[in-house]
């Protein structure tokens, strides 16, 4: 399965209102892939990861997943499609406690592989487990973030979307969340696509990777070209490695 | 940053000296609001003349009270609390509360005598001590009998805080017995005799109970589906015409017509739910309120099918189950069937265990569906409604099970209400009825089955309670007619929980997954009106 695209994007426009945030993007990922996406603020990555789930719609230009096209689907459509999210801002469950949120996360299958799944959301992140009657809202940002990984992962998923995974997180905790993406992706064969403002720790884990400048994808290539290259080091990297 | 600190800030004061400049403050802002309220009056005279006439005895009274008020309170009450919460340094125990210090055994046992004696000479008080007298001694026996009653519950407090669902359940089980058993056995009693204590099987119990019930079924809109509703009594209002309108014109059973009139609020929550899917919050708020109103206007122009605002009057009663009937015309009259005494009591009981039942039934539905996919689904919908079509929950059918499942407990409320009534007219049915059941689901902490239920309670029990304060008359003068104040209570009595309990009465939120046991989540772990 290995190499097959699993996600195609293709001409993708996207509007807010008369604006135009998303100028025609080609994106692919394939089966298997860890794939980043990095830009400057206001580059358009989180409008392309929402568009991707139908919330802003794509204006022209297609989205087809695992030979489905799913640009004009609904949204919750598009999940059961078996792709999960952790989106901007996380977005948890605030008063509900650490073990319901990973429980909505297996709303889809309607909690079948529940049990194990949880296990293996602990394993990953054993802090979770410490946490499992508290409150989502009272978790640190660090647990905040790998609450909205583990519930997008309850949901058995054939492609993960990570918006800005590393936001606001201490470098340690973005280590550990970091390590946690790797290791899914070598033992499950998670395919990962990932939008991070963190260029530097992003490319290094990714096996491809995007640049977005202004809605539009100015480069691509694997996550070593792009770390050398010398404008991605110029425009993301230098001023210190994050 | 640079403090500068004057000598004589480094000096407490004592509470007493603070009580004095408090009390002093208080007394002054009370003088400067009441001296045109309460110092003067402006009247008519005879010959129609404006007159002013000055109350400074009153006023004087009021301003010293507010001070002597402030000044205890600041000097005695705030250390004495203050101090109930600072544990002993040797034991590391909080020192003895104020109800340890209140309920203590002595005491409970003098006042057991006393309830004791004053019942057994009650008849023969009056020719002792004279008539005046032995109204306060009645009085006295009151009391006794309410601190007894309330050191019983307050000895068990552990058993009965285990227990409570269950306890409650019983209590509620048996209150119409123990109700007409104790008062109708007591003719003396101001709510004497079997009528007096129907009253209180009707006017608190019956009465009460419909009011959980729509409290029950308008938390499953708002507090687990986080859908701001202010027009729930539409479902009410059309549950109630449903029954009444097929009732009377085709004669049909209340036992098919109940469920059918929650069918019928059902679809109209749906109808209600597919304009308003993509609002939230208080956009939501004012279309449901204009639905409300319109239900209501429908009611009262469709003059040909509603009989407008002279409402719809002899809707017949429900019979038990069709076996038996309560109409003493019909020929299974339940006396006759049973072969016992006619009276009215049989009615009255049966409607209280069945709106019992039915509420039951909605808690038993709403704690159900909180463990089912479709309850999780709506707790998620009040968190995040984004998070939840990026988890794959379908928000559109999400939010109409929780419209139409509200809106059916609510047709099924309406339709025993008319059964019960007797009668309806869209006057029971305006905006103040969707505002006090949304009051009860605040005050009782949105999603909490037993704080709604106390909410109810405290509430419409409370104002029925207000109507009874006959006695209050005895301070007020005979103009006084608590009646009057019931709003104002009722207004004020909100006011203080929403502050001292934002969360309501019952913040706690029950968790529905867990890991290996179950753990009770703190308060602040359901919503609350600030922040």
Redesign the interface.
Known sequence: MAGTTLLDIKGVQTYYGNIRALNGVDVHVNQGEIVALIGANGAGKSTLMMTI?G?PRARSGSITFAGTDITQM???EI??MRI??S?EGR???????V??N????A??D??KHYDED?EKVFTLFPRL?ER??Q?GG?LSGGEQQMLSIG?ALM?RPKLLLLDEPSLGLAPLIVKQIFDAIRELNRTQGLTVFLVEQNAFGALKLATRGYVMVNGNVTMSGTGKELLANPEVRAAYLEGGHH | MAVTVSPESDVVASPVQRGLKEGFYAGAISLGLFVLFIGLKTGQNISNELVVTTRWGLLAGVVVATAVGRFLYVAYGQPFMANQKIADVATGLLPGSVASRFFQVPWFIAAVIAAVLLFVFNNSLAGWVGAEPAGYLQFLRALAIIYVLASVIYYFRAFIHANFTKLGIAALVLYPILVVAVLSLNAWSIAGGLQGSLKWVDNFGIQILIYVMLAWGLNIVVGLAGLLDLGYVAFYALGAYAYALLATHFGLSFWILLPAAGAMAALWGVLLGFPVLRLRGDYLAIVTLAFGEIIRLVLINWREVTNGSAGISGIPKVSFFGLMSFNVSDSNYIAKVLHIAQSGAYYKIFLYYLILGLCLLTAFVTIRLRRL?VG??W??L???E??????????TTTKLTAFATGAMFGGFAGSFFAARQGFVSPESFVFLESAIILAIVVLGGMGSLVGIAVAAMVMIGGTEALRELDFLKQIFGPDFTPELYRMLLFGMAMVIVMLWKPRGFVGS?E?????KER?A?SS????EGHG
């Open positions: 789930f919330a609904p949204t919750h999940a059961r999960a999210q989106p977005r948890i469950f605030p008063r509900m406690t073990m319901e990973l429980q909505m996360g709303s889809l309607n909690l949880v487990k499992v009657a409150r009272t519930r949901a | 996919p999780r689904a707790e998620a009040r968190e995040d984004i998070a939840c079509r990026s988890l794959g929950i379908n928000t939120r968790p529905t997954a867990f890991l753990r989540v602040s772990f359901t919503k």
